[in-house]
């Protein structure tokens, strides 16, 4: 009984662990890409452009590379007007780089922009926003995004990312199937505390899915869906085993 409730423990805290990592990648990237979405805001409206790719984090020692997809669907050849704007150190200050691209019909191209430390604005995020203008038919398109800079020389962006993903992953998963595994006949305080942990557990895994698409809106919206989850469950536990008076 004494090593099936150390082994509970374990699993329960190797899980809290993986739903953490799981929040800071998620807090991350939603944090970025909400900043970028107010960087240089357009007086006039765009459509959302979707072919937009961007690196998580960078670190001061490292080139990020932005990437936008640009693809002709009409049956003549068209010419785009693409308009950067990246961050210079400060929010205020920012580069424009401008780049006009020919496609012929049915033609794909892809556009890249490198940004650096220099580019952080005050040394925490490098924030971009784009404008691509075509051929009628085709819509005005916008498109944001927010770098992380971290200040390591041990690592370099795509690995942190990696490891948060990856340490999320494992532990949540690990943690709860070690949980599942020792508590195969619950008690009805263990069954509420297992539904919980598979709450949690969907919930993180589409939220970084989410976040790492881009889109932060659905990434804050798991984001806040899991933080009240941890309170409300904690508070329904602390109450559960509170004697009455």
């Not at 953490?20 to 991350?28: A, E």
């Not at 691509?132 to 944001?144: D, W």
């Not at 919206?221 to 602390?238: D, P, Q, R, S, T």
Request: a neutral charge; charged letters at 15%; hydrophobic letters at 50%.
């Amino acid at each position: 009984m004494r090593k099936r409730k150390l082994v509970g423990a374990i699993s329960v805290i190797l899980f809290s662990v993986g739903v953490l990592l799981g929040v800071i990648l998620m807090g991350v990237t939603v944090w970025a890409d909400l900043e970028a979405t107010l960087f240089n805001p357009q007086a006039r409206q765009y459509q959302p452009f979707r072919g937009l790719r961007c690196p998580i984090v960078i670190t001061p020692e490292e080139t990020g590379i932005i990437r936008a997809r640009f693809k002709n669907t009409l049956d003549r050849e068209i010419d785009f007007f693409i308009r950067a704007h990246i961050s210079h150190g400060y929010v205020t200050l920012r580069r424009e780089v401008i780049t006009e691209l020919a496609l012929a019909p049915g033609e794909t191209e892809r556009v890249e922009w490198e940004i650096n430390a220099e580019d952080a604005a005050f040394e925490r995020l490098v924030l971009f926003r784009m404008t691509a203008r075509g051929a009628y038919p085709l819509p005005n398109r916008q498109g944001t995004c927010g770098v992380l800079l971290v200040d390591t020389s041990s690592l370099r962006g795509n690995q942190i990312v990696a490891i948060l993903l990856a340490g999320s992953l494992v532990l949540t998963l690990g943690g709860g199937g070690l949980w599942f595994a020792t508590h195969r006949e619950m008690l009805e305080l263990q069954m509420q505390l297992s539904r919980a942990m598979g709450f949690l557990t969907v919930s993180t895994i589409l939220g970084i899915i989410v976040s790492l698409m881009g889109w932060w809106v659905f990434g804050a919206f798991f984001l806040v869906v899991i933080l009240l989850a941890v309170g409300v469950i904690l508070g329904y536990f602390v109450n559960s085993e509170t004697p009455a008076a």
